[in-house]
T-cell receptor
Framework: SAVISQKPSRDICQRGTSLTIQCQVD?????MFWYRQQPGQSLTLIAT?????????ESGFVIDKFPISRPNLTFSTLTVSNMSPEDSSIYLC???????????FGQGTRLTVV | GQQLNQSPQSMFIQEGEDVSMNCTSS?????WLWYKQEPGEGPVLLIA?????ELTSNGRLTAQFGITRKDSFLNISASIPSDVGIYFC????????????FGKGTSLLVTP
């Protein structure tokens, strides 16, 4: 399985500001995804990060709020823009690739907006 | 995404007991995955299932991919305190690439 590193692991941010979360993988992967896990809840897919093109967003998530970059096959960023307390969640990077469809997760970024 | 129904929502058991949890869906899934998440960590993959009827074990864990492709179960035998965590099922629709739909999770507490 791939080793996935997310930075930062946690942060406390002021409302109205933006935070960029980084996801680094130790090997090239086909697919990278960003999920949100609200407190005490399950995981919800935000978007698929596409290498060299715009991310594909799920219903309820928009590029202006969650811009995503994927400059190569090992790295992606998710920005949470103009934050409000409702954005307080764990944000998780996930990767998949190869012959199987297992998806592996980073340790997550715990965001608190005050 | 598709809604997965995972049950039970929580379990409180004694060490040594067996545990069973399951997920159902209204849609057919191509793949079923089971994850465990501990506090402050991301989900860790336990078992992946790819074929209807497939039964797979990983140590004390056993999972099955339902024949209808709309359900899966996870069993944990002889539970130990370190089994504590939240267990999530996740399904992959055949036409959506690798993106996953998650159940709401089963919170497991094990007392010594």
């Amino acid at each position: 399985s791939a080793v996935i590193s997310q930075k930062p692991s946690r942060d406390i941010c002021q409302r109205g500001t933006s935070l960029t979360i980084q996801c680094q993988v130790d090997s090239q992967v086909t697919m990278m995804f960003w999920y949100r896990q609200q407190p005490g809840q399950s995981l919800t897919l935000i978007a698929t990060a596409n290498q060299g093109s715009e991310a594909t967003y799920e219903s309820g998530f928009v590029i202006d709020k969650f811009p995503i970059s994927r400059p190569n096959l090992t790295f992606s960023t998710l920005t949470v823009s103009n934050m409000s307390p409702e954005d307080s969640s764990i944000y998780l990077c996930s990767v998949a690739g190869g012959l199987d469809t297992e998806a592996f997760f980073g340790q997550g970024t715990r965001l608190t907006v005050v | 995404g598709q809604q997965l129904n995972q049950s039970p929502q929580s379990m409180f058991i004694q060490e040594g007991e067996d545990v069973s949890m399951n997920c159902t869906s209204s849609s057919i899934f191509n793949t079923w995955l089971w994850y465990k998440q501990e506090p402050g960590e991301g989900p860790v993959l336990l078992i992946a299932l790819y074929k209807a009827g497939e039964l797979t074990s990983n140590g004390r864990l056993t999972a099955q991919f339902g024949i209808t492709r709309k359900d899966s179960f996870l069993n944990i035998s002889a539970s130990i305190p370190s089994d504590v965590g939240i267990y999530f099922c996740a399904g992959q629709l055949s036409h959506s690439g690798y993106a996953l739909n998650f159940g709401k999770g089963t919170s497991l507490l094990v007392t010594p």
